[in-house]
């Protein structure tokens, strides 16, 4: 079946540090990938998304890159704000090449921005 | 905002109550997922709903637990006879389509925080 595996967290940078959060899966089809944040007490967003290999998904400097070669779809952010700190979810979804159309999410990375 | 609406925000019952969790779409979305996530863990699919159907329970327990999508109003996830483990934050999502023209990214709601006494 699908699934995605995320580091595990908490990441703890200072402001205006570069970030990474790594993100691989495995899925039966040809997935779109998708990060979502979600901020304390609200629900997930949808950050941003890529749905074929070589995509650059991209939204308040925040990007990540579709790699089929490596099955990843690596979040980065050349730098960070206090405000960014939230938790970050790794979703692929695999409906459109004859897969799940249940979404399969990441266990989450939490990411702590000090000033 | 036509956004995802959920409602309560907060739900306090004690054990052996009823919880009733209510889930609005965004306008246009004929597809409703609820997830529970507890602390420090991911989102956990329960059940996938279109209108008046069923599609995907797979992630719901067998006994308590009940979903339905009417034709009309919200989406409602009921929990009979709670019990404290039953404590978590529960999401519902909407999606515009499926099938060929899918991957539509979710949209969540503010999720409801159940919380057993």
């Known amino acids: 079946g699908d699934s995605v595996t995320q580091m595990e967290g908490p990441v703890t940078l200072s402001e205006e540090a570069f970030l990474t959060i790594n993100c691989t899966y495995t899925?039966?089809?040809?997935?779109?990938l998708f990060w979502y944040v979600q901020y304390p007490g609200e629900g997930l967003q949808l950050l941003l998304k890529a749905t074929k290999a070589d995509d650059k998904g991209s939204n308040k400097g925040f990007e990540a890159t579709y790699r089929k070669e490596t099955t990843s779809f690596h979040l980065e952010k050349g730098s960070v704000q206090v405000s960014d700190s939230a938790v970050y979810f790794c979703?692929?979804?695999?409906?459109?090449?004859?897969?799940?159309?249940?979404?399969?999410f990441g266990r989450g990375t939490s990411l702590i921005v000090h000033p | 905002n036509a956004g995802v609406m959920q409602n309560p925000r907060h739900l306090v019952r004690r054990r052996g109550q009823e919880a009733r969790l209510r889930c609005s779409p965004m306008?246009?979305?004929?597809?409703v997922y609820w997830y529970r996530q507890l602390p420090e863990e991911g989102l956990k699919f329960m059940v996938y709903?279109?209108?008046?159907?069923?599609?995907?329970e797979s992630g719901m327990p067998k006994e308590r637990f009940s979903a339905e999508f009417p034709k009309e109003g919200p989406s409602i996830l009921r929990i009979q006879q709670v019990v404290r483990g039953d404590s978590a934050a529960y999401f519902c999502a909407s999606s515009l389509s499926q099938g060929l023209s899918s991957n539509q990214p979710q949209h969540f709601g503010d999720g409801t925080r159940l919380s057993i006494l």
């Open positions: 899925a039966t089809g040809y997935p779109s």
């Open positions: 306008k246009g979305h004929s597809h």
């Open positions: 979703a692929l979804s695999d409906a459109a090449s004859g897969g799940s159309y249940i979404p399969t």
């Open positions: 709903l279109q209108k008046e159907n069923i599609i995907d």
